[in-house]
């Protein structure tokens, strides 16, 4: 792609680079290139029209529905008729200007480097804190409520090497095999060339095993607070092999988690998430956060690849039909639909709260989520 | 505005399409970087549209690759054509003393004259200038065919192991549509401009009408343009698009109803609505709520 002449366009550069930060900041995700792209399209457009120009940033900086809100907000804020010729209007500063407008990532759409650093090999505990005296079975069966930082750390190994079981289904992609298969007509042909046009042997081609799509809510109110942070620890875990997963927190209003998630240990993660969720350990809507879920998300998260996990107490005081409509249109779309109750792992319980009494009609299982040992067992039933 | 964008704008016009600045904008930008359009969009809001028109305009051929689950090379891009090589094979054996070599069988049955060219390897192999390539409901091919998608589009050529890299003659213009029932890839939104359209408001919805359905007063065509948006502001779980406000305008004129009433509505409902759930709860007195909003 060739750079346009940016002779006299510095102000320009800059004010978008500050835009384009300014967007990050606040989730929406602008790579180098969608800036270049930005930029090209501004040589292309009437400077002095405004809605021009915005139409133009939206489509080149690839703006979709669910970030338009705050695009058309950040616009409004940095972008004035002829700002540009003025880029140092106190307006028009970036909250941030000790960064760098441009900073040096790869370019080309290079995948940011996730796998590298995946928890298990950043996860050393300092100090004394060697995880290794705690028996795995223990932990396994130790509830979350017990469990403390040290702990927490333990269990990601043993998550990270639990979530690789993640079970899986059949493609309908085919790709060649060894054995049994059906007849692949354009291999078998190449190899028979290999022998004068006699087919001595047939190439196969079978259809292999693909592992599914997630999405997650997760409650993170103040009855879920000993469990959340395991449950969404688990969660992280089983991202590193289920690519393209979708994560939401709820409370009292609904979280796109997905975008905060950056690789790293998981309690730093944690820590970030728990900070960007307004109302983390507050109380809970579920009925309403579920039903902004299939407004926003549902068609583009949800499809009938993908399994739905709930994690929540049920413990909601609040109407139950939405959360009856919510929950019929999630399993209309979704594969599977579970729910993960840490209060199930008791014996006694029953599914008599409210909210949960009328999610349980729309679910595929009712699973406890207590410990480590309750979440294993779930990780069959991803896959079918 | 650019007068390009403006001119742009009304050409569509000319030929049916009534586009609001955003597509025009989106569409002048993509035309003019040479880069594949990404349109998202409810079901029928006029996203394929989109490329016929583009067609039109440059008087070029659409090439259109319709995507499903399972989609891969054989289908998208080349096959052989087995039966014939298979054929000239065995003539080949049949040809007496002068038996060939190996090589120069290879080299007879791996010629183009065996290849079946697929729509991704005819939008790249056009010799009578760039053709317009349509790339619909890319959300239902999977993750694989996006990643070999990405590739193709990035350097418009493509290897074929028995013939070598053909080259794109000309760089076609790419739309790539998507009813967003999952989410695509990053790298390939971005490799793409992106636009997104909303379902049109009364005003512009009223205007397609007029281009579309020519016969319908305008009378007919406002209380249509009400409906539609009074039916939009309802909780559907199928919301109907601009494509099914058409077919309802040519139904409606086919059966010589000049203006809507609770019965018109009733017999022609399926036009608009084609979902049993919302059938239903447009039932108890919802319809002429609905109605009531259109006329009143």
Redesign the interface.
């Given at each position: 792609m060739s750079r346009p002449d940016l002779a006299g366009m510095d102000g320009l550069v800059g004010h978008l680079a500050r835009f384009a930060g300014a967007l990050r900041d606040s989730g929406v995700?602008v790579?180098l290139?969608?800036e270049a792209?930005g930029l090209?399209?501004l040589t292309?457009?009437?400077l002095g029209?405004r809605?021009?120009v915005r139409?133009?940033l939206?489509?080149?900086l690839?703006?979709?529905?669910r970030d338009?809100a705050r695009f058309e907000e950040i616009f409004g804020r940095m972008w004035r008729v002829g700002s540009t010729a003025a880029p140092d209007h106190p307006a028009l500063r970036a909250p941030r200007l000790d960064r760098p407008p441009m900073r040096p990532k790869p370019v080309g759409?290079a995948?940011r480097p996730r796998r590298s650093e995946t928890g298990v090999e950043t996860a050393v505990p300092e100090g004394g804190e060697e995880p290794g005296y705690s028996p795995e079975a223990v932990l396994r069966r130790k509830p979350f409520e017990e469990c403390g930082a040290a702990d927490l750390l333990a269990m990601e190994q043993l998550l990270a090497r639990l979530a690789l079981r993640l079970a899986t289904r059949r493609?309908?992609?085919?790709v060649p095999v060894r054995g049994r298969g059906e007849t692949d007509?354009?291999r078998s042909?190449r190899r028979a060339?290999?022998h004068?046009?006699e087919f001595l042997s047939l190439a196969r081609r079978a259809r292999p095993i693909e592992r599914p799509?997630l999405v997650v809510l997760c409650d993170t109110s103040g009855s879920m607070d000993p469990h959340a942070r395991f449950l969404l620890g688990f969660v992280l875990a089983l991202r590193r092999v289920a690519?393209?997963s979708?994560i939401f927190a709820f409370n009292t209003s609904l979280v796109r988690l997905t975008p905060w998630l950056r690789p790293g240990r998981v309690d730093l993660v944690l820590d970030r998430l728990a900070a960007s969720v307004p109302d983390w350990s507050g109380g809970t809507r579920i009925g309403e956060c579920l039903a902004d879920f299939v407004a926003k998300y549902l068609?583009?998260?949800v499809?009938g690849k993908t399994v739905v996990l709930i994690l929540s107490d049920g413990l909601d005081r609040g109407d139950v039909a939405p959360l009856a409509g919510a929950m019929r249109?999630i399993q209309a779309r979704a594969r599977r639909v579970y729910w993960l109750n840490p209060l199930a792992g008791d014996a006694r319980y029953e599914p008599t709260a409210r909210a949960m009494a009328a999610a349980l009609p729309y679910l595929d299982r009712l699973l406890p989520a207590h410990n480590l040992e309750s979440l294993a067992r779930l990780l069959p039933l991803l896959a079918a | 505005m650019r007068a390009e964008i403006a001119s742009l704008a009304e050409a569509m016009e000319r030929l049916g399409y009534i586009a609001d600045p955003a597509i025009a904008t989106a569409l002048f930008l993509a035309r003019e970087m040479r880069r594949p359009l990404l349109i998202e969009g409810d079901a029928g809001v006029g996203k394929t549209e989109i490329a016929k028109v583009l067609a039109r305009l440059e008087s070029t051929e659409l090439i259109r690759l319709q995507c499903y689950e399972g989609l891969d090379v054989s289908t998208s891009l080349y096959e052989w054509n087995y039966q014939r090589q298979m054929l000239r094979l065995r003539l080949a054996e049949n040809e007496g003393p002068t038996r060939k070599t190996a090589d120069e069988i290879e080299d007879l049955i791996f010629g183009r004259a065996y290849l079946l060219e697929r729509p991704l390897l005819r939008a790249i192999t056009r010799r009578e200038g760039p053709p317009v390539l349509l790339i619909d409901e890319i959300d239902r091919a999977d993750d694989g065919f996006e990643a070999f998608l990405l590739e193709l589009l990035s350097d418009f050529q493509v290897t074929i192991p028995e013939l070598g890299t053909i080259r794109a003659e000309h760089v076609p213009y790419v739309v790539l549509t998507s009813n967003r029932s999952r989410e695509i890839g990053d790298a390939l939104r971005r490799r793409c401009l992106y636009l997104y359209i909303e379902h049109p408001t009364l005003e512009k919805e009223v205007r397609i009408l007029h281009a579309r359905v020519p016969g319908a007063s305008a009378h007919l065509a406002q209380e249509i343009g009400r409906f539609m948006q009074a039916l939009r502001r309802r909780h559907l779980a199928k919301m109907p698009g601009v494509a099914e406000t058409i077919d309802w305008a040519q139904a409606l004129l086919h059966l010589h109803r000049e203006h809507l009433d609770k019965e018109t509505v009733a017999e022609t409902l399926g036009c608009i609505v084609k979902d049993q759930n919302d059938i239903r709860e447009l039932g108890g007195g919802e319809l002429e709520a609905v109605l009531a909003e259109a006329t009143g």
């Open positions: 995700s790579s290139n969608d792209d090209t399209a292309l457009v009437d029209d809605d021009e139409r133009a939206r489509t080149t690839k703006i979709r529905p338009a759409g995948p493609s309908r992609r085919r007509l354009r042909f060339l290999a004068g046009g799509r690519r393209g979708e068609d583009s998260t499809d249109a | -």
